[in-house]
Every structure is written in C-alpha cells, then in structure tokens.
C-alpha cells in the first residue's frame, strides 16, 4: 500500500500528506504518470475554481494516467473539488469537462436554491445513506469540515453514500467501486476525518 | 444543519504570541507553537493566527528571519503552520502582511486552508478578486478593523487612509471580489473583554451574504451565547480569553451547549 497525493500546484497538499503520515501511511507526491503509477491508492485533491483543476491536471499530463488508474480498480479518492472533477461537467470558472468518472455535473449552491450565507463553510453533521466502506457504520452521524460554493449533482443517487443538510440535501460523499470522493475534508475534521482516511487506505485493490 | 464555530485566535507579533488591546498594546505570551497541543487536546473547531508585526518597516516576506535572531522560542508565520499543519488535522486561517498571490501560495501550500487579507485589500481591493480568481473564494477571508463613529461604524487601518470609505460600500465592493468570509474586528472592544459590539455586528451582517466571524470583546462565556443569540454570524472568534484561563475553551463550549447554541 502507497498513497500517492496528486499535485496540481494551487492546492493544499501538506495537510493530506501529515494526515496520511500520522496513520503511519508511506505518501508521495505525485506530478506525473509514472507518479501516478506507482501507488495503489490515489488522492485528488483540490482548492480552486473547477476549471483552474481541469487545467492543470490536463497541462500535466494526468487526465489519463489517473483514468487509467480507477479503471484497473485501484483506490481512487477524491476531496472537495477533487471529487467535483469527478463529475462530466463544471461551471466553476467557466463551463469545463470533467473527468466524466461519475455521472453528473457540479453547480453552484446559489443555483441549487441556497438562500443563506455562501459558501457553505463550517462543521456539518452527515447522513450516511447507504453502506459503504469509509464512514463509521455506528448510529453516530459524524461531524465532518466543509468548505465550498458548488456541489456535485447526479442524477444516479445509487453511488451517494451520505448528504448533509444546508437548506439543501448536499451530496457529501460518493462511492463506486473504488473510487470515492468527499466534499467536506477528512483532513481537517479531526478524529471523524482521520478515522475516514484510515479506512481509505485500508481498501484492497 | 451547519454548526456555529469558536475559533481561538493567536497573535503573532515578530515571532512571539502576544495579546493585544485597543490595537496597540502588546504583552509576550511565549512560543506560539507551545500552544498548538493544547488546542489540539481541545479539539477546537479551527485556529487563527494572525502576524501583526509591524509590515511598514519590515519586508514582510523576510519576517521569518527576524524571529530566528532572537533568543528563545519565537517563531516566524511558516514555522508555525507547519507546526500546526504536522499535529493538528483541524481547519487553519493564517493573515498578516500578505500582499502578494506568491504570499497567499506560500501559506496555503504549507498546511494553511485559508488567508486573511487586510491592508492590501483596502490599498487594492483588484487583489481580492485575483486571489479568489485563483486559489477560490473558500480559500480567501477578508479582514476588516472598525471603530465606532457617531453610533455608526467606521473602517480603520494605521497602514492606509480609510476617512472616506463608507463600511458598507466597502462590504459590498469585497463580495463582489469573491471574498469567502468577512473576519470582522472591533478595535474598541479589543482586549476589553466588555463583550462583543452587538450592534456594529449586526450591521454588517444586514448588508453581506457571506459567513462573518466576530472578534474582538469577549470577556465571559456569556458574551459567547450572547453574540450568537442576538446576531447571525458564522463564528465567534476570540484570544485572550482562551490564552489565560485553563480549560477555556471546553468551558465555553460547555456554556453554549447549555444556552442550546448549535455548536460542535
């Protein structure tokens, strides 16, 4: 098992790598397919406007390599607009194609019917809504860190693992095979957060 | 439902941690890294720190060398996210001196997952959009020091001549940048722990839609409950009432839960 964190220059990788680090996990950074190939489990994560994500992952070469990656089954984890990229489209920045690897497009909270204060930005209780293998299974809904405008809509709700409630249902966490994704930050949410991070590194592929 | 957050804000002034009052007083707290495990043990909802080093007469992207030259613990800005970024898995806003996209980069690559920006807002509220263009409103939290004025509320800065800014013009023209929240200081409550400015407070968050932080007062927990009874901000911010006392902060979450306020 070896995680491999995907830099893409605007996000914030250091608190991904401390986290992995403090559950005694070997972490790279990686910039390049040959990076990208030598992990079994990925993280993509992402800070910045969806369309600055895209571009960077494209200007790197890593479009494909990291395809490549969720479709031989290996651990694929997307945070925040790490997961967002996952989606077929964004509109963040400007209307861009995403890596199309879960079906749906991500819009802005204001456009999914949020009255209140933008962005959604604090700690917020998830429902989980189906099993999975990342969230604790106990009754205990965690309590997890978010920060973000835009969220992932799909019109697929069988891959949606939890939501959170922000006037609206907030798609939280995703699911399919291996690849899975989180808007909120396992790595800032303290014990909830770490205890998802080690479940990830836990998956077999 | 989102929960309301009680951040501990530490101030760093030439490396040291230091409380200050009206803006202008300073006392040496010690190490600010010193810190950093009891606030994890606390298990708090996100820290702030904030350098208020003098940045007229220091080059603020060689603060970090100065602090070395003294004896002791001091530490500069970088030192102490990393130190934070390495121990605590917890949200962490840093500000102080940052004037450029290079300055907001450096922070955010080192652990820190948003940047307050103040001076260089009011000198060029353009860097403000360019900041949020790049690194996403999230990411981006705008400082703003009021004072009273006639019951109304004035914008103040000792680094940039505000007399004829209007407070809520300015907030209208930082949404617009793309600003992610507004941490909003009063220097006349600072370090008087009288409680917070209700009223100044709430007319600014009449006039935003984005999460505002208040700071600046809090002397009890009580000023807590009441600041998130009578008014609708995101977070309650605070310093010295955390630094002095022992189990503060688990006191006064303690308090809010008992006054039903919906924290973590």
């Known amino acids: 098992m070896k995680v491999g964190i995907i830099d893409l220059a605007i996000n914030n990788l250091s608190s991904i790598r401390n ?15 040959a990076g990208v190939a030598s992990v079994s489990h990925l993280v993509l994560p992402g800070v910045g406007t969806f369309r ?9 070469g890593l479009e494909e390599p990291l395809l490549t990656h969720a479709t031989k089954g290996k651990a694929l984890l997307g945070l925040c607009l790490g997961m967002q990229l996952f989606a077929d489209e964004g509109t963040e920045g400007g209307r861009t194609a995403g890596l199309g690897i879960l079906p749906g497009r991500v819009a802005h909270l204001r456009e999914l019917g949020v009255t209140g204060r933008l962005p959604h930005v604090g700690w917020n209780e998830i429902s989980v809504v189906r099993d999975n293998r ?22 697929v709700s069988s891959f949606v693992t939890s939501t959170t409630s922000y006037e609206i249902d907030i798609v939280a966490s995703v699911e399919r095979g291996n690849v899975f994704g989180m808007q909120f930050h396992p ?19 | 439902m989102l929960k309301r ?7 760093l002034r030439n490396g040291w941690l230091v409380r200050s009052e009206s803006f202008c007083e300073y006392k040496n707290l010690g190490n600010p890294v010193a810190q950093v495990d009891r606030y994890n043990a606390w298990d708090v909802d996100e820290l702030i ?56 980069q450096m922070r955010l690559s080192r652990g820190a997952d948003k940047v ?26 705008v400082s703003m020091d009021f004072v009273r004025d006639n019951g109304g509320l004035q914008i103040y800065s000792r680094q940039v001549d505000c007399a004829g800014l209007s407070a809520g013009d300015w907030i209208r023209e930082i949404e617009n940048q793309g600003a992610g929240e507004i941490f909003l200081n009063s220097v006349d409550r600072d370090g ?36 998130f009874e009578q008014t609708g901000v995101s977070a309650a911010a605070a310093g010295n009432i955390f630094h002095f006392r022992e189990m503060s902060y688990i006191l006064a979450k303690r308090r809010l839960i008992e006054a039903t306020v919906n924290v973590r």
């Open chain 1, 19 to 33: 986290a992995f680090r403090s559950l005694g996990a070997e972490v790279a950074i990686v910039s390049d397919s």
């Open chain 1, 52 to 60: 600055a994500g895209m571009e960077q992952l494209r200007k790197r």
């Open chain 1, 134 to 155: 990342l969230l604790p299974s106990n009754a205990q809904n965690p309590i997890v860190y978010f920060v973000h405008s835009y969220a992932f809509c799909t019109p």
């Open chain 1, 187 to 205: 790595e800032k949410s303290q014990r909830s957060g770490l205890e998802i991070l080690e479940r990830f590194i836990k998956v077999t592929c």
């Open chain 2, 5 to 11: 957050r009680l951040i501990p804000v530490l101030f």
């Open chain 2, 49 to 104: 720190y904030i350098d208020i080093s003098s940045s007229d007469s220091e080059d603020h992207l060689t603060r970090g060398k100065l602090s070395t030259d003294q004896q002791g613990f001091s530490c500069s800005i970088f030192e102490v996210i990393d130190a934070v970024a390495e121990r605590c898995f917890m949200p962490l806003t840093v500000g102080g001196g940052i004037r450029t996209l290079d300055d907001i």
């Open chain 2, 116 to 141: 307050t920006i103040n001076s260089e807002a009011l000198r060029r509220p353009d860097f403000i959009g360019e900041a949020a263009a790049q690194f996403g409103s999230q990411a981006i939290v």
């Open chain 2, 192 to 227: 008087r722990a009288t409680g917070y400015d209700l009223d100044l407070i709430r007319l600014v968050m009449d006039k935003t839609s984005i999460p505002v932080i208040a700071c600046g007062g809090a002397g009890s927990y009580d000023d807590f409950v009441e600041l």
